[in-house]
């Protein structure tokens, strides 16, 4: 009997210990579960703020926060350091067109604001000639630095690389004759802010010129309409506008009366 009393205990106390390590391996199960859900949860929350922040629409009236009002129409997104082939664009004569158009001449400061992968860069800079000057300015660093190599190889020493902000081309003040943007106006972020600092960087009597397309800037391009508005509303006033192909144009700005406040500057709707 004792021996049988004993064996009972002892499976007893075996049944006991299991069944409290069963109890404690659930419990650790649900308290996982319930660890994990919370983190997903989390990691959710923290998901869906981030893109609410990043794709949260423009906001009728929103300024920065200097004051300059937001374009009141899409702003295109950055998606190639160039715009067509290069073999292309001088088939069809594209820049020697645009310089002759802007009279850029030797010992002349030129901005080419928006470089990319040069086009422009090199055939001004071979334009001014060593007593002239490019400044080509970019957002993108990687972009610079492409175009550092590339007029290394081209044997090209006046040209000067800048690295420009969403709303500040960072140019020199009062050095350029001619500061040109071609076909990335609408991929400029602040544009009141961008255009109201450029303003800065010209000489006396010096012009900005803008090459676009015709069509919604979620398009990559610009109704001239639309350009000469926002142009306009910062100080600048179009002196001319030629059209070069079936959609492309190139408006030409100077500067002109006092420039606005930023709190007085009226966005143009598209």
Known sequence: MPIRTNLAHGSRSRIEKNGSHMQRDLLGRIMDKRATASRHLLLGVCAAFLAACTAAPAVEGATDAHGFPAADRPVAGIVSSHSGKETDRDAQNEAQQVMDFLQIAPGMTVADVGAGNGYFTVR???RVGPT???????????HL???????????????????????????????VDVVLLVRMYH??????????????ALKPGGAVAISERDRPTQDHGTPPRLLKCEIEAV???????RKFGPIGYVAVFTAEGTRPAPSAVSPCRS
């Open 187 to 200: 991929e400029i972020e602040q544009p009141y802010a961008f255009m109201w600092r450029l303003r800065d």
């Open 124 to 126: 001004l800079a071979r």
């Open 145 to 175: 630095d492409r175009l550092r190599d590339r007029l290394t190889r081209e044997g090209l020493d006046n040209v000067d690389l800048v690295l420009g902000k969403p709303d500040d081309p960072a140019l020199p003040e009062g050095a």
């Open 132 to 142: 002239g000057r490019v400044i080509a300015t970019d957002v993108v660093p990687e």
């Open 235 to 241: 100080g600048y006033k179009e002196r001319e506008l």
